[in-house]
């Protein structure tokens, strides 16, 4: 089996025409890509243009993988390039994970939806950032507590259902009863609830206390928050495991962290120690970093704090939702410890395995969805068109065991 493709469809059924023509279509998009970047590549220890090309377009048609993440996983290596067969497509992990959860009870908004997350999570003991509005529609729709004024400090809004960083906004409490955004005018209470309501006309939002970084892990960042997505995954029957963790570091001006919004990532091993950084944007993303571009402290061999409690409140977490798959819990070492800043049932293919320096073939991840795919058939034998093309159902298929 030659990639996570196959765990959603079976065996392809593509015709000998719309074959011809997929391939004509990646031999385009790998050609645009190869005179980009075949340089630096060649610099890097990669081969001539002519070979990275072959070898590239190689990669797309026979593991999914799009002409980028022969860049960006450095497959012009080749002691990376026979781990092609095990890193994840983008792409189709997120049409299986659809495909997946379709068959299963978990709903995905109790975890994506940012709103309900600090009430599951908070009567359970763990400790998550709390709300203190919420906005829909151009209305206010609740405020923590009994409150009637905001805290006079650092406040951060974000849409409730939003994805990597969009619509974010930190709000810098200037300390004349009032919050200033970038180098926007000053802005009163009822003037702060009053655009945060009209913003909530085109998406939900929500009003939070800013979380300040731990003293240890302020150096790594250009004034905004870090945080570390910590992936999980639960087999059928089995408690959470720990499947990668990330930690992602600001850069320039940014107030996210976010890998898509220019930010570095890099892992973190089971003691809490940073490997080098990347970022995504080719052909930067091409080259490990190992000093903070901005502070200049060293990133390679720090060691987070609190890193044992923070990998005890992802599990935690995460037993709280046994029918979902897996999960990227964002996490933050804050002044006071650790804190869980939101959750992602979308957690970032490319991020986890670009920053990790590995395929998640090499994860327990792998396991994890074939024993749900086991047990998806098992509920769905009695109906065959809605199951997942699983072949032998006491045997189900290894995407990642090579091609076959």
């Known amino acids: 089996m030659r990639s996570l493709y196959w765990l959603a469809h079976g065996a392809p ?45 190689r990669v797309a048609v026979t593991y999914d993988l799009v002409p980028d993440d022969y860049y960006r996983y450095a497959l012009y290596l080749v002691e990376n390039r026979i781990q092609a067969p095990y890193y994840f497509p983008s792409r189709v992990h997120r049409h299986f994970r659809h495909r997946l959860l379709s068959h299963l009870p978990a709903s995905m908004n109790d975890i994506e939806d940012k709103r309900l997350l600090p009430e599951h999570c908070g009567r359970h003991g763990i400790a998550v950032v709390p709300t203190l509005a919420e906005f829909a529609n151009g209305h206010l729709v609740s405020q923590s507590g009994d409150r009637t004024v905001l805290p006079r400090q650092d406040l951060f809004s974000k849409q409730a259902l939003g994805h990597a960083g969009r619509g974010a906004m930190l709000w810098i409490y200037t300390g004349s009863e009032s919050w200033q955004a970038d180098s926007e005018a000053a802005l009163s209470e009822g003037d702060l609830f009053r655009s945060l309501r009209e913003s909530s006309r085109t998406a939900p939002l929500i009003l939070q206390p800013r979380i300040r970084n731990h003293p240890a892990v302020e150096p790594l960042s250009s004034g905004a928050l870090c945080t570390a997505r910590i992936i999980t995954c639960r087999r ?23 890998y898509t919004q220019g930010g570095l990532a890099c892992r973190v091993d089971a003691d809490g120690v940073l490997g080098p950084a990347v970022s995504k944007k080719l052909p930067a993303a091409m080259r490990r970093i190992e000093h903070h571009p901005i502070s200049g402290v060293r990133i390679v061999g720090m060691r987070l704090p609190f890193w044992s409690e923070a990998k005890q409140m992802v599990l935690a977490a995460h037993k709280l939702y046994p029918e979902v798959p897996s999960v990227g819990w964002d996490v933050a070492i804050a002044t006071e410890g650790v804190i869980l800043i939101e959750a992602n049932s979308g957690w970032g293919v490319r991020l986890t395995q670009h920053a990790a320096g590995r395929p998640l073939g090499r994860t327990p991840l792998t396991a994890c969805y074939l024993s749900w795919i086991a047990q998806v058939a098992d509920r769905d034998h009695e109906n065959p068109e809605a199951e997942l093309r699983t072949g032998d159902r006491q045997n189900p298929p290894n995407p990642l065991a090579g091609k076959a």
């Open 236 to 258: 059928y029957d089995h408690a959470p495991e720990i499947v990668e963790s990330i930690f992602r570091m600001p850069v320039a001006h940014a107030f996210v962290d976010n």
């Open 13 to 57: 059924t593509l015709s000998p025409t719309a074959r011809l023509k997929r391939v004509v279509r990646l031999a385009r998009e790998t050609r645009n890509t190869t005179r980009k970047y075949a340089r630096d590549a060649a610099a890097l220890g990669g081969r001539l243009p002519l070979i990275q090309f072959i070898e590239a377009l």
